[in-house]
């Protein structure tokens, strides 16, 4: 069963703009990662944040956790045409046991 | 590029047939895990194997099967297909340590997508 729910399940912007997604999962964690996935291809993995950490940063990349809302987003600035994927929000208790939510699907027009 | 191979990319089976996936995982990896990903969903874990043996288990029933290697590789088997074991089966792998403490993040490969007709 899937453990966490991303919103929005699409979203579609303009090049340029910034995209913003959510997850939100059930029960305790160890680590949170967020995960690109292209046409049905394998997963990238693009950050991980563990549970006593609010706030990451990757390049376009900024992830924040909030344990007592059990929610984390993904912000991803000035986006590209190429960011257009799927995003996958994974969390684990332990030893990388990856429970997935279902996804967001972003689309970046030109 | 992660380092972490699968085999074969695609594949097409008959109901009823068997079929086994193979990964390859990163070098010094120790752990490997295989999930199943439907069309339109998050991938679904089914298993992890650690050190050759397997370290805990999805929601999947026996005919879901694998094997860890001394090198660390991993195969994963499925007996007596059903059409709704098509899917892309993706295979990770991670560093972990002792007692589950240290964790690495979990590499991908790119799948190997099953088609059962």
């Known amino acids: 069963s899937q453990q966490g729910e991303e919103d929005p399940q699409a979203l579609s912007i303009q090049e340029g703009e910034n995209a913003t997604m959510n997850c939100s999962y059930k029960?305790?964690?160890?680590?949170l990662q967020w995960y690109r996935q292209n046409s049905g291809r394998g997963l990238v993995h693009l950050i991980l944040?563990?549970?006593?950490?609010r706030e990451k940063h990757s390049g376009r990349l900024r992830v924040t956790l909030d344990t007592s809302k059990k929610s984390s987003s993904l912000l991803i600035t000035a986006s590209r045409a190429a960011d257009t994927a799927s995003y996958f929000c994974?969390?684990?208790?332990?030893?990388?046991?990856?429970?997935f939510g279902q996804g967001t699907r972003l689309t970046i027009n030109p | 590029e992660t380092g972490v191979t699968q085999s074969p990319t695609h594949l097409i089976k008959t109901r009823g047939q068997q079929v086994t996936l193979r990964c390859s995982s990163q070098?010094?990896?120790?752990?490997v895990s295989w999930y199943q990903q439907a069309l339109g969903q998050g991938p679904q874990f089914i298993f992890q194997?650690?050190?050759?043996?397997?370290?805990g288990r999805g929601n999947f029933p026996p005919r879901f099967s694998g094997l860890q290697f001394p090198n660390y590789s991993s195969e994963l088997n499925v007996n007596a297909l059903e059409l709704d074991d098509s899917a892309l089966y993706l295979c990770?792998?991670?560093?972990?340590?002792?007692?589950?403490?240290?964790?690495?993040?979990?590499?991908f490969g790119q799948g190997t997508r099953l088609t059962v007709v």
């Open positions: 990770a792998s991670s560093l972990v340590g002792g007692w589950g403490g240290i964790n690495t993040e979990a590499f």
């Open positions: 029960t305790s964690i160890n680590n």
């Open positions: 944040i563990r549970s006593n950490e």
């Open positions: 994974a969390t684990d208790k332990w030893a990388q046991k990856l429970v």
């Open positions: 070098s010094g990896h120790n752990t």
């Open positions: 194997y650690y050190r050759e043996e397997e370290n």
